[in-house]
């Protein structure tokens, strides 16, 4: 007995340890992420911003405006909000009806083409730049907006198939079956039924793909040649001069502003991310 309460204190301290073990992980990776975050924003209101993480003098605008300009910001920002918003909208459309009939029809094929799909992410960007580049010349859709917004849509199709067919299998075929039987078709019960009831999953499709399109910076760099087109995933690239010379402050001064459209679609979608498919009594009774 007096063995077995000499014993209760050290096993009782062995789950606080590990607990604050990985308190410690846990902020340290915190700590890892945060510190870019703190120099970009401590740069950005910083006349003489270096690489050092320093809290700057005193507080000036003067990086803003130096990039608030057409050429610098403006113009590059509407590129990119053409490019990522008509590739997200593409992406969405058809992988909605690429998973439909994944979802609700079996086939033979399903399994080869979802696996075909499956594969297809794997593929590095790279690896397929070079005859994507001679196709587009082929086909004069080189240097325009339409040719990038169709890439980026196409490289975002396999895994926003899979996402969209996963989020599909979710919703009741039950319900589908009913609007069917009132004389609804596959198309009117996919608009009216299936894609209400899965907003958090369109919503996931369409952040991840705008978000995956919006940092992209090799492949508009490969298909546009026209200044004025470039998005801001590649203007950024002017802040670094020659000779290994960086204006940190106006950088960080575009960095915030760059990533303002990501986290103002998140904000607006974040409701919609916080959902459920709380369907389980819509086929009872």
């Known amino acids: 007995m007096a063995i077995q309460l000499a014993r209760t204190p050290f096993r009782s301290r062995r789950p606080s340890t590990r607990r604050l073990a990985a308190d410690a992980g846990l902020l340290a990776l915190a700590a890892a992420f945060a510190l870019p975050l703190v120099w970009v924003v401590l740069s950005a209101l910083d006349a003489h911003a270096g690489l050092r993480v320093q809290a700057p003098d005193s507080l ?11 050429d610098i910001t403006f113009t590059p920002l509407l ?3 053409i490019l990522c918003g008509g590739g997200t909208l593409l992406t969405v459309i058809c992988s909605t ?5 994944l979802s609700r029809f079996r086939s033979r094929l399903n399994r080869p083409f ?6 297809a992410t794997s593929l590095p960007i790279t690896a397929i730049m070079v005859p994507v ?8 859709l080189i240097d325009t907006m339409q040719g990038t917004i169709f890439f980026f849509a196409a490289s975002q199709l396999p895994f926003a198939i899979w996402l969209m067919k996963n989020f599909m299998d979710g919703v009741p075929k039950e319900l589908e079956e009913a609007a069917w039987t ?12 299936v894609l209400p009831l899965m907003g958090p999953g369109v919503a996931v499709v369409t952040v991840f793909s705008f978000v995956m399109m919006w940092g992209n910076f090799f492949v508009p760099f490969m298909l546009l040649l026209t200044p004025d ?3 801001a995933s590649v203007s950024i690239n002017d802040f670094f ?3 290994g010379t960086v204006v940190y402050g106006q950088l960080a001064a575009f960095s915030i502003i760059y990533s303002t459209p990501v986290i103002l679609l998140y904000v607006l979608v974040a409701k919609r991310l916080g959902g459920g498919f709380a369907l389980g009594g819509a086929v009872k009774g």
């Open 79 to 81: 590129n990119s909000l």
């Open 229 to 231: 087109q470039m998005p």
């Open 182 to 193: 009132d004389g609804a078709s596959s198309f009117q019960s996919l608009l009216r039924i």
């Open 114 to 119: 979802l696996l075909t799909i499956l594969f």
């Open 241 to 243: 001069g020659n000779r």
């Open 133 to 140: 580049y001679a196709l587009f010349v082929q086909v004069n």
């Open 97 to 101: 009806l690429a998973a439909y009939p």
């Open 60 to 70: 000036t605008l003067d990086n803003f405006d130096a990039v608030l300009k057409p």
